[in-house]
T-cell receptor, first 115, second 118 residues
Framework: AQSVAQPEDQVNVAEGNPLTVKCTYSVSGNPYLFWYVQYPNRGLQFLLKYITGDNLVKGSYGFEAEFNKSQTSFHLKKPSALVSDSALYFCAVRDRASGTYKYIFGTGTRLKVLA | GAVVSQHPSWVICKSGTSVKIECRSLDFQATTMFWYRQFPKQSLMLMATSNEGSKATYEQGVEKDKFLINHASLTLSTLTVTSAHPEDSSFYIC??????????????FGNGTRLTVT
């Protein structure tokens, strides 16, 4: 079965420190990979995506993500965390072969950046 | 661009009543809209896919008579929770796909609706 795992329910990091939010997936073939952020009582905002090519993808607000095919991972990273980065982060994959626009979402990771 | 508006932001209703949630694409025509339900432990569950002018496709386990979805125009989809019960209390989020969007394009999400059934 296809799945996306975000192994950490919550990640705490001090402001100014680098952050990593982990995501691994189990999808047949080569999926499209996405990261979204959700602020309280709001919808999801797109951060970045991986389609093909360079394994390091840069996105909005200074975020980047590294695609690792052998480890089937797509971890979200930021060199220097801000308190305003505190939010809920979702990893999502879309199966290229499915011919649909459906996402498989991870369960989300709450990022808390401490001042 | 690509703004999706969801209304209301929050609603409280009594058990047994019905409530309608609207999802509008403000500056583009949405061929396809998706309705998600977000549970307290954070996960998003796809409820159904609605295509303009046709019946919605519901995911397995979602009661189509309970959660009525209508996509009457290219800019509006509605989700009606019929005969709501406290267990229907949740955060409902819609998303929209512009026409011509490729499979690697991100979806555009509304801000969600917090439904509380008392």
């Amino acid at each position: 079965a296809q799945s996306v795992a975000q192994p950490e329910d919550q990640v705490n990091v001090a402001e100014g420190n680098p952050l990593t939010v982990k995501c691994t997936y189990s999808v047949s073939g080569n999926p499209y990979l996405f990261w979204y952020v959700q602020y309280p009582n709001r919808g999801l905002q797109f951060l970045l995506k991986y389609i093909t090519g360079d394994n390091l993808v840069k996105g909005s607000y200074g975020f980047e993500a590294e695609f690792n095919k052998s480890q089937t991972s797509f971890h979200l990273k930021k060199p220097s965390a801000l308190v305003s980065d505190s939010a809920l982060y979702f990893c999502a994959v879309r199966d290229r072969a499915s011919g649909t626009y459906k996402y498989i979402f991870g369960t989300g990771t709450r990022l808390k950046v401490l001042a | 661009g690509a703004v999706v508006s969801q209304h209301p932001s929050w609603v409280i209703c009594k058990s047994g009543t019905s409530v309608k949630i609207e999802c509008r694409s403000l500056d583009f025509q949405a061929t396809t809209m998706f309705w998600y339900r977000q549970f307290p432990k954070q996960s998003l569950m796809l409820m159904a896919t609605s295509n303009e002018g046709s019946k919605a496709t519901y995911e397995q386990g979602v009661e189509k008579d309970k959660f009525l979805i209508n996509h009457a125009s290219l800019t509006l989809s509605t989700l009606t929770v019929t005969s709501a019960h406290p267990e229907d209390s949740s955060f409902y989020i819609c998303s929209a796909r512009p026409p011509g969007a490729s499979y690697n394009s991100p979806l555009h999400f509304g801000n969600g609706t917090r439904l509380t059934v008392t």
